[in-house]
């Protein structure tokens, strides 16, 4: 099983960034996908869920800026980040989770927010 971040990258406040995570070697559609956010200095925090059925849910120092999405078609998470803001920067990484399988990772994408 293998979790792939990209679309990370550097943007201006106020800038928008779309990530992706494609999922190999599990069935995509079973699991839970999740992104977490990890900045120098403090621990990893999560930053949104989407369930299988697609039900959503947002930390609130996101909620109502990022859009969590998912393509079963295309094994592949989203994470849609608008308004960006400098407290933004962090390593993002997504997550798959299926009850009573084992949790996966993906390596992170670099998210720098500066002007």
């Known amino acids: 099983v293998q979790l792939v971040e990209s679309g990370g990258g550097l943007v201006q406040p106020g800038g928008s960034l779309r990530l992706s995570c494609a999922a190999y070697d599990l069935i995509f559609s079973n699991y839970i996908m999740s992104w977490y956010r990890q900045s120098p200095g403090n621990e990893r925090e999560w930053v949104a869920t989407?369930?299988?059925?697609?039900?959503?849910e947002y930390a609130e120092s996101v909620k109502g800026r990022f859009t969590i999405s998912r393509d079963n078609a295309k094994n592949t998470v989203y994470l849609q980040m608008n308004s960006l803001k400098s407290e933004d920067t962090a390593v993002y990484s997504c997550?798959?989770?299926?009850?009573?399988?084992?949790?996966?990772w993906g390596q992170g994408t670099q998210v720098t927010v500066s002007s």
């Open positions: 997550k798959a989770v299926q009850m009573g399988r084992p949790v996966y």
């Open positions: 989407i369930r299988v059925a697609g039900t959503t």
